[in-house]
């Protein structure tokens, strides 16, 4: 018995196969060009299933607090050729989260750490592990509400669960509220004690957070963890922002000037 396209799409949505449904009339046309029932219905479900994955990424990328999808492809390395090239694919490779060491990312501003570390996220997202993005200003402005609101046990758990946590400018605004230490100090055993990866980056040497934290001890007590079983790399370089800055100024001139 021949069910009618319209019927046959209508059951497959009631049912939740979105992706089979996707791709419905284009197997139909498989069928008829002489594919094997066989055929068709592998092809069917290789696509509901890819379907399934790429809405489960989406979920994942939404939920990570990450803003935008970075790449290694439009990273210009020629620009700055000290960076560590083969630590950083080494870092999105993913390897380090799945032998839960962290990584501290530490250089001048505008050389690229940012864009490393929201590249890290999202090749781990999209390998299929719980990310969490924050820049630093917000991690401690959530911490906060969540003590306002009475919800810190949902908020820590959020941050000190996930599979990654990315720390992104930590110490870029100087004055760090007054619990910053003992809050990123909590996070950080957390994450430390259950062998979960954590990314931080910094434009200040690590002899410096002590004093930005207030806090010899808990700063002591902070690094001790990361780079016990993690990966310091050193930024050095010129400011990518600043090469922006400069080209965009350039073709602004040509236009006026043209």
Not at 33 to 41: L, M, P, R, W, Y
Not at 58 to 74: H, N
Not at 92 to 102: C, P, Q, T, Y
Not at 232 to 250: D, N, Q
């Amino acid at each position: 018995m021949e069910i009618p396209l319209a019927e046959l799409q209508r059951n497959l949505k009631m049912v939740r196969l979105h992706g089979m449904n996707a791709t419905l009339e284009t197997r139909l046309v498989q069928a008829n060009q002489g594919a094997s029932f066989a055929e068709v219905f592998t092809c069917l479900v290789q696509d509901e299933m890819d379907w399934r994955n790429s809405r489960l990424v989406e979920t994942r990328f939404k939920a990570s607090g990450l803003p935008d999808r970075p790449t290694l492809t439009e990273f210009d390395w020629g620009f700055n050729p000290k960076l560590p090239k083969k630590e950083i694919y080494e870092l999105v490779s993913g390897k380090f989260i799945r032998d839960g060491a962290d990584a501290l990312l530490i250089g001048s501003p505008g050389t690229g750490k940012s864009h490393i570390a929201k590249t890290v996220a999202h090749a781990a997202i999209q390998t299929g592990y719980k990310v969490v993005y924050r820049e630093a200003h917000a991690f401690f402005e959530d911490l906060f509400e969540s003590d306002q609101l009475r919800r810190r046990k949902k908020v820590s758990k959020l941050f000190s669960e996930s599979d990654l946590l990315v720390i992104d400018d930590l110490f870029l605004r100087k004055n760090v509220p007054k619990q910053a230490a003992d809050d990123l100090l909590e996070i950080i055993l957390n994450r430390y004690t259950s062998r979960k990866s954590s990314l931080i980056t910094s434009n200040r040497p690590l002899d410096d957070w002590g004093k930005l934290l207030d806090d010899n001890a808990a700063s002591s007590a902070i690094q001790d963890r990361l780079l016990h079983r993690g990966h310091l790399l050193k930024f050095e370089g010129r400011s990518y922002r600043l090469k922006e800055a400069a080209v965009r100024l350039t073709e602004g001139r040509q236009k006026v000037s043209g």
